[in-house]
């Protein structure tokens, strides 16, 4: 039996083995992440809750702006809830797992959920250090969290392509990929006629702007490309304007990875080989088919051609010509070269790689997941820091967390995946790592297979395994995706700052209320959902027993010690604790002796 296991509970023992069952159906279409992505009422000013900060790039129509979040708007809408809260309350909240009771008893009745307030503060005056010491405070990079802003003047766009803007949100909104850009929320501002979109904010730049690359980095962008397009192409989207200036780094860290961004172009597809006939995209990097106007996703893998072709000759394009008519003949033809100084340092299994992404016949190109096993990608695609394997002990910490999370409350579950969700790419990069260390097959996802291989050393048997996996996919479309992923691995980050749990909150609180209401539920987890599966999310984290979870009650599903925290404890502490309730025991929680009650781990279904 693996390290640790031991101890963990037998999925078996627990008599569901589906996250969701029966209040969520394995077959519906909803996903939880994608109303992840908020839609602003009109009724929000973008500018209420965001500072412009700069210009970072324009578009034929639209522009970019890195923005950040007002210091008074931290948190949304669990600010006022945070505002009744004590200064004392717990400023990092632990990720360890709860441990509760099957159900309160009379004690509950007397127990204080947290202090009552000092003063009245603000998050932003909390969240400055005014009730923090100097070791403690969060710096400002924490507290200002940057964002970047797409706006698109629909003054300037024609009524038909209105409907061709909203389309790159549709799709962002189902994609869920660490090669992917990720975006948070929308504003309609009906006045002056912009659609906005909030993202994460990438600062590495484009393609371009990191010329000149060693043949090893271009093969490891190259495949981080590939991962991208794979996996868009497994859910029936094609990009359709794949080029250089679309794909970017999300820091200036010479090991960054990369993101694919604008989504303008891109199209669902019904059938694998289905016909497209929009002549879009930029005309450098654009597929013969593209220009003739019948093609199918295989122009995404030409369009990859052109730009590893450039990573490889310090940005000359395989196309040049002095108009565009003489461009599109080359094109047509696929007349390029391997000649010039440059070509002679590379290998001929690269050389390779191109010709055949630049295959003028689609039927002779590789697919996506062809592409991401040829010889060259898979021999030299590692950059030196981002690919270096994870520790086998990080590994086996990650191994720990998700079957401990597997057994967590189904609310604090999907609490970490809004949780994840919003995650920083400096916070889940060892993560990331063991993410695709798990994705053996490069598919973007962790299928069953995979999740069975890793848990093999584990003396679980295949039916509690697939319990585990079950509880993990709380999307229900039987794989574990990259957010449901990190949302169970969290655990081996140790702590969750305050402010981050705030923003969840908020994301949570669909209406902006100041509570979590079964109304927000059902809106994230779609009609279909059972009442009494909505009711059993309420119940885990309504202390009050007011039908509702408040952002202090948000708290407390999280603010419980785990196993380590336990540790030095006297015996009243762990007395309380088995019966379902613990004192606030761990270093830089209230430093009052107030009794927390615990709600029921597993949700009845």
Known sequence: MGAGASKLKD????????????GMPRDRVWSFHEALVRERDPKHDFYDVYEVLEVIGRGGNCTIYKIKKKDQMVGGSAREENVRSSRNLIRRVSLSPRYT???FNSLIKRVSLSPKLHSSKSLKMIYSGEALSSSEGLDAHQLHQLYALK???????????????????????????????????????????????????????????RLPYTEQQAASVAKQILNAISYLHSKSIIHRDIKMENVIFESKDPDACIKVIDFGLSKKYKYKGDIMTERVGTLYSMSPQTMQGIYNSQA?????????????????????????????ARVLLGDFNFDGTVWSYISQKAKGFVTELLSVNPQNRPSA?????????????????????????????????ILRYADQG??????LNVVAKKSRSTEISELRKVFDRFDTKSTGTITLEEFQDVFARFDYSEDAIKAIFRKIDINCNDVINYTEFLAAALETQGTIEEYRLAEAFDVMDTDDNGYISRKNLKYLLGEQVEDRYIDSLIAEGDFKRDGRISFEEFLQVFAIPGEEEMK??????????????????????SSA?????????????
């Open 11 to 22: 999925p078996l023992e627990d008599s569901s083995t589906r996250s969701f069952a029966p």
């Open 101 to 103: 009771s099957k159900t």
């Open 151 to 209: 706006v698109f003047d629909l003054a300037l766009v024609p009524v038909k392509q209105i409907d061709q803007l909203k389309n790159e949100i549709d799709i962002l909104k189902t994609l869920d990929h660490k090669n992917i850009i990720n975006p948070y929320e929308t504003f309609t501002v009906k006045l002056t006629k912009k659609l906005m979109i909030v993202m994460e904010l990438c600062t590495g730049g484009d393609l371009l702007a």
């Open 300 to 328: 995404d893998l030409w369009s990859i051609g052109v730009c590893t072709y450039m990573l490889l000759s310090n940005g000359q394009r395989p196309f040049e010509a002095d108009t565009p008519k003489q461009l599109v």
């Open 369 to 401: 997941d062809q592409a991401l096993f040829h010889p060259w990608v898979t021999d030299v695609s590692s950059l030196e820091g981002y690919s270096t394997a994870p520790e086998e002990e990080f590994i086996q910490r990650v191994r720990e967390s």
């Open 410 to 415: 189904e609310f604090r579950k999907l609490a």
């Open 568 to 589: 030095g404890c006297d015996s009243a502490d762990v007395a309380l604790s088995k019966k379902g309730f613990v004192s606030t025991v761990r270093k830089g929680w």
């Open 593 to 605: 002796s107030n009794l927390v009650g615990l709600g029921n781990r597993s949700t009845s279904r």
